[in-house]
């Protein structure tokens, strides 16, 4: 074993989220190497599945009952935007990654052990949308349906999928009236993948279309996500306050990378077709880099001023408050409308060097306008954010 690889193990041993931060580092060259290896795949190649399992992605936000390393949510944000900032489309799987963890924590005990039964390091996605129907049959639910956005599902081990629960055909109503909806997880070679996923952006992703066709599944793999905790600790209370939080994460991570990568183009001395001076050295460029800067401080402190007080409440245990998903879904859609600027910036700024595939500036910037077309990301959520400023401004006034 070489020098290096003992003190990345005996660090992850004392320090799981140093070892993960190290052990990311010592990736990173290979990461920037591949990216155009990974586009074209359109996946992560099996390889680098196993290093990233092999520093912890898949087990971080697993319970240390279960053999995982249970970080706390800031530290687990942390090594998702260390990746972000390397590479979209793995900044994206490491927060499936973590979604994964937590969305196995709603499950049912008997499922979870199942899960779990040969280890922490168990990769987990879905899809979010009720695609599916769950009719109630005798002895559990017969499925059927074709989920979209799936990301990850080309290296999983368990897909999940949300349900409209039906009953002779007719959708079973919940709460305020609206269908019940509940989600099923099933080992991944019961899925049927579908090779649809030839998108603009975030391309490395796998983010395919997943099929059930009239599957049995048993009570035990079907639950309510919202339901009270079956986990105890922080991190495992309220799995929807997480989720605009993880987005912020990679908004952030990712405008981090493209600003990275666009002083390292100024740092070569590059001059442009009639500019006087090189890049760097031109009052324009310093201005507009400025500008950015200042974008992506306030960025970066806004994020982690919602992570902080979110985690607050994770530890005073009142994180399940529905005020605290209009929160996050504020910090959601405003720092995926100021990277989306951010990289907008940084691309034009680049000149026309930034148009060739070679360029991570074109990368960069494709993949932080389809992360923002994400449903925690859009411009709609403010319609909530605004009836909460409302409904705060007429309690204070009474």
């Known amino acids: 074993m070489r020098l290096q690889e003992k003190i990345s193990n005996s660090l992850a041993l004392r320090d799981p989220h140093k070892g993960m931060l190290l052990g990311i580092g010592e990736l990173a060259p290979e990461i920037t190497a591949r990216a155009a290896e990974i586009e074209a795949a359109r996946r992560l190649p099996p390889d680098l599945v196993e290093r990233l399992k092999s520093i912890g992605l898949f087990r971080m936000f697993v319970p240390r009952s279960h053999g995982g390393l ?236 919602q992570v902080a007080s979110h985690w607050r409440r994770a530890l005073s245990g009142t994180l399940n408050d529905p005020d605290l998903l209009v929160e996050g879904a504020r910090s959601a859609a405003w720092l995926a409308t100021t990277c989306v600027g951010i990289a907008d910036a940084c691309f034009a700024l680049a000149g026309s060097s930034a148009v060739y595939d070679s360029s991570p500036l074109q990368r960069r910037l494709r993949d932080l306008h389809i992360g923002a077309q994400h449903a925690h990301a859009q411009q709609r959520q403010y319609v909530e954010v605004g009836r909460l400023a409302l409904r705060r401004s007429a309690e204070q006034a009474c």
């Open 70 to 305: 249970e970080l706390d949510l800031p530290a687990g944000l942390e090594v998702m935007k260390t990746l972000t900032r390397l590479d979209g489309s793995i900044g994206w799987i490491a927060i499936v990654a973590g979604v994964g963890g937590l969305f196995a924590a709603a499950a049912r005990p008997e499922l979870y052990q199942q899960i779990y039964q040969d280890g922490p390091d168990v990769a987990i996605c879905g899809s979010s949308q009720p695609a599916g129907t769950a009719e109630r049959v005798a002895d559990g639910y017969r499925v059927k349906g074709r989920w979209p956005f799936a990301s990850s599902c080309t290296h999983a081990d368990w897909i999940g999928g949300f349900c409209v629960v039906t009953d002779r055909g007719k959708p079973v109503p919940g709460p305020q009236g609206k269908p019940l909806v509940r989600a099923i997880m099933l080992p991944a070679r019961d899925w049927e993948i579908e090779d649809t996923w030839h998108a603009a952006g975030l391309k490395g992703t796998g983010s395919h279309h997943i099929t059930l066709r009239e599957t049995s599944v048993p009570d035990t793999h079907v639950f309510d996500v919202d339901a009270a905790p079956r986990l105890s600790g922080p991190l495992y209370q309220a799995l929807r306050q997480w989720l605009p939080l993880l987005h912020g994460t990679f908004s952030v991570g990712l405008a981090e990378g493209t600003v990275d990568d666009l002083l390292a183009l100024a740092h070569t001395g590059r001059q442009q077709l009639y500019a006087a001076v090189p890049m760097r050295e031109s009052e324009i460029f310093q201005y507009e880099l400025g500008r950015i800067s200042a974008d992506l401080k306030a960025a970066q402190a806004f994020h982690e001023v």
